[in-house]
Nanobody, 129 residues
Framework: QVQVVESGGGLVHAGGSLRLSCSVTGLTFDDYMMGWFRQAPGKEREGVASITWSGGTTYYADSVKGRFTISRENAKNTLYLQMDGLKPEDTAMYYC??????????????????????WGQGTQVTVSS
């Protein structure tokens, strides 16, 4: 059974930093593309960042480029999201997700929630102004 568990969320002041982690069990982690998504109240779930199985290619939403960094440690079956320069508009529930990697995924597919099969329960990030 696949389990996806996020951690590291919390309350932070604007300009601060947080590091999210996502631990995955029940699948061959380095066969999977991984992504971070977020959903604020009343809004659709949106792709934040994703990373290919090797970590060689990353994708970012325009709203987080230059502030967030996605990475993975395949030996530990763990995905990370380093978030710096946080803004109040980054406040949301953050989700980790996995999809079996394919070589011809477009940027839209890489950041599209509908592409992903396995999801965690989320971790809340709140940024105060």
């Amino acid at each position: 059974q696949v389990q996806v568990v996020e951690s590291g969320g919390g309350l932070v002041h604007a300009g601060g930093s947080l590091r999210l982690s996502c631990s995955v069990t029940g699948l061959t982690f380095d066969d999977y593309m991984m992504g971070w998504f977020r959903q604020a109240p009343g809004k659709e779930r949106e792709g934040v960042a994703s990373i290919t199985w090797s970590g060689g290619t990353t994708y970012y939403a325009d709203s987080v480029k230059g502030r967030f960094t996605i990475s993975r440690e395949n030996a530990k079956n763990t995905l990370y999201l380093q978030m710096d320069g946080l803004k109040p508009e980054d406040t949301a529930m953050y989700y980790c997700a996995a999809v079996l990697w394919t070589p011809f995924m477009t940027t839209a597919e890489a950041l599209g929630a509908s592409s992903y099969n396995y999801w965690g329960q989320g971790t809340q990030v709140t940024v105060s102004s």
